[in-house]
C-alpha cells in the first residue's frame, strides 16, 4: 500500500492483516454495531480505550495473530 504503519493503519486498514481483522470486528459488532459506523480512527481509539475484557483478548489475539503473519512474511 505504500502507506505508514501506524497504530491506526495497523489497526483499520492494512490488507496484509483483513481476515485477522474480520474475525476481530465481527467479534466486536456482536457487542457494538455502532462500530462499523465509526471512522478509522475512532475505531483506533475504541479499540485502544477498552475495558471489556472479552473485547481485549480479541484484540490481544488479533495483535499476536498479525505479528506471526508478519514474522512469517518476513523470513
Known amino acids: ?3 505508514m ?8 486498514k ?3 492483516y483483513s481476515r485477522e ?3 476481530l470486528f465481527n467479534m466486536i ?15 483506533a481509539n475504541w479499540l485502544l480505550m477498552q475495558e471489556n475484557l472479552d ?6 489475539i488479533y495483535i499476536n495473530s498479525c505479528f506471526e ?4 512474511n518476513i523470513r
Open 29 to 43: 459488532f456482536s457487542v457494538n454495531n455502532n462500530f462499523v459506523s465509526l471512522g478509522d480512527s475512532e475505531k
Open 5 to 12: 504503519e501506524d497504530e491506526i493503519h495497523f489497526l483499520t
Open 21 to 23: 481483522r474480520d474475525d
Open 55 to 60: 473485547i481485549l483478548e480479541a484484540l490481544g
Open 69 to 72: 503473519k508478519r514474522n512469517n
Open 1 to 3: 500500500m505504500n502507506a
Open 14 to 16: 492494512c490488507p496484509l
